[in-house]
């Protein structure tokens, strides 16, 4: 139903429609606008910018900084390149040729020997007020690392400069759905008529834990320096920035996250073996399967495919009153069994050829590290889908309660659990001074990052309940 304008405002604020959320409304859809114009004006530029930079400095100067770019490609292959689109961005709005780079103080800064900064100059009367506009503000702008904090659907990210400590909401609405909290990217903004946007971005986005490696390298830098020399010392920085986030894009995907334990003790390793058996032996097998008291056969069973549980009886240092340690699936010429740690498998594996010694024969068995991270910088938690693991859901409504009521203790449990990477303290102990407590903040990103990034996760835990309990601020 279409809402009046001198209509009460359905927020339930008291006030009439048109002096409250239409207000908002309008605003909302006059920035998106103003972003979609801004990204076909693009479009429209770009094609005359690298046309002008073919003119004024010529193909093979373009390809000198390419290599100068991307070090490790000196055959000049950019176009089959992910990092083309940044590329052709900080070439146009960035990059100063080595004569006049050297000519350059730092006082000089946004440089005006750039490309954009060349075609401003020599077509000024010819460009509207819109392309004016834009190509300032992509000048205007350093490049720099910026974490997410906030992400709003549908509509942009709330991003923060981790080395001039800036915030700016970001409207894009790809970013809002291809980004996570607390992911990082490199990359510059532009700001036109009130609307900030991303200009320059790298093609990866980087994990939290990346964070301590960037302030390590580079936050020492502006401690001391006014805003003005923090942006130019950044503009003089821009290649050192990008040469550092694609060795962190080479070789930061490997994850130092806090230790994720099962009720064994054992580290969750997502595990599948496959048995082979002659199919005139499967009703045997099923026979002998149904005898023992751990396993639980499930309610439904179809002809090509029967599905038992292995539950056991918690111990006493467990609030639980069974544990479910794995899943049997006994298809019509092989058993597939999947457990969450390597240790389990072996156990189940023990248990089949006790039943069934003169009936099945192992074939294989594949397992999938928790936390395991992809180059494209998402995590593979797609266990499920890649090697069709235990599903949660496939418990009976008893069992999944149990297990979210085990996991959500396993994640509280850590901060009373002894970390190297906090000196072999706790969490509780170490936030307890200033810069324990700033690791043990980082951590918790880290750790609710690699959750965000994960792909239909099954279960999703409220790290500002594990904030809470070590005294720290919501996030």
């Known amino acids: 139903m279409k809402i009046g304008r001198n209509d009460p405002c359905p927020c339930g604020s008291g006030k009439k429609y048109k002096k409250c959320c239409l207000i908002k409304e ?199 320096l006014e805003e003005d020399e923090a942006l130019a010392e950044l503009f003089d920085m821009d290649l050192d920035l990008i040469w550092f986030y694609q060795d962190l894009v080479d070789h930061l995907f490997t994850s130092a996250l806090p230790e994720v334990r099962n009720t064994d003790g054992e580290e ?84 089949l050829k006790e039943a069934l010694p003169d009936l099945i024969t192992h074939r294989k068995t594949s397992s999938e590290p928790l936390g395991k991270v992809e180059l494209e910088g998402k995590t593979r938690s797609g266990w499920r889908e890649d090697s069709e693991a235990l599903d949660i859901h496939d418990l009976s409504e008893e069992g999944q309660a149990q297990l979210r009521e085990h996991l959500e203790k396993m994640y509280m449990n850590w901060a009373d659990t002894k970390v190297p990477l906090l000196g072999n303290r706790t969490p509780k102990e170490a936030v307890k001074e200033p810069e324990g407590k700033r690791q043990v903040i980082s951590l918790v990103k880290d750790w609710e990052n690699l959750q965000a990034r994960a792909k239909n996760p099954q279960f999703i835990f409220d790290f500002n309940k594990l904030r809470k309990e070590l005294g720290l601020s919501r996030e």
């Open 268 to 351: 969750l390793v997502f595990t599948k073996s496959v048995y082979e058996f002659d199919p005139s032996h499967r009703p045997d097998i099923l026979k002998r399967l149904s005898r023992i008291t751990e396993f639980e056969p499930a309610t439904e069973k179809t002809r090509d495919k029967a599905l038992f549980t292995w539950v056991v009886q918690a111990g006493p240092d467990t609030p639980l009153d069974n544990i479910t340690k794995g899943r049997i699936e006994v298809r019509r010429k092989y058993i597939e069994t999947e457990c969450n740690s390597a240790g389990r498998d072996n156990q189940l594996r023990r248990k």
């Open 26 to 224: 309008e605003k909302r859809q006059a920035e998106s606008l103003t972003r979609h114009i801004l990204m076909r004006r693009s479009d429209e530029l770009i094609p005359k910018l690298l046309k002008y930079a073919d003119h004024l400095h010529g193909k093979d100067t373009i390809i000198d900084a390419w290599v100068e770019f991307r070090v490790d490609d000196e055959g000049g292959n950019f176009q089959e390149s992910p990092y083309n689109i940044m590329f052709f961005r900080w070439l146009f709005f960035l990059w100063t040729p080595d004569e006049e780079l050297i000519r350059l103080d730092i006082s000089d800064y946004p440089s005006p020997h750039t490309i954009g900064a060349r075609f401003l100059q020599d077509n000024r009367s010819a460009l509207d007020s819109l392309s004016l506009k834009y190509i300032q503000a992509a000048l205007a702008d350093p490049l720099s690392f910026w974490q997410i904090e906030d992400i709003e659907a549908h509509k942009g990210v709330l991003a923060r400069d981790l080395l001039l400590g800036r915030v700016r909401f970001i409207e894009d609405v790809s970013a809002s759905e291809c980004l996570h909290k607390w992911d990082i990217i490199l990359g510059n903004t532009m700001e036109v008529d009130g609307v900030c946007t991303l200009n320059i971005s790298g093609p990866y986005s980087l994990p939290a834990k990346a964070r301590d490696t960037i302030l390590d390298e580079f936050g020492s830098d502006f401690h001391e």
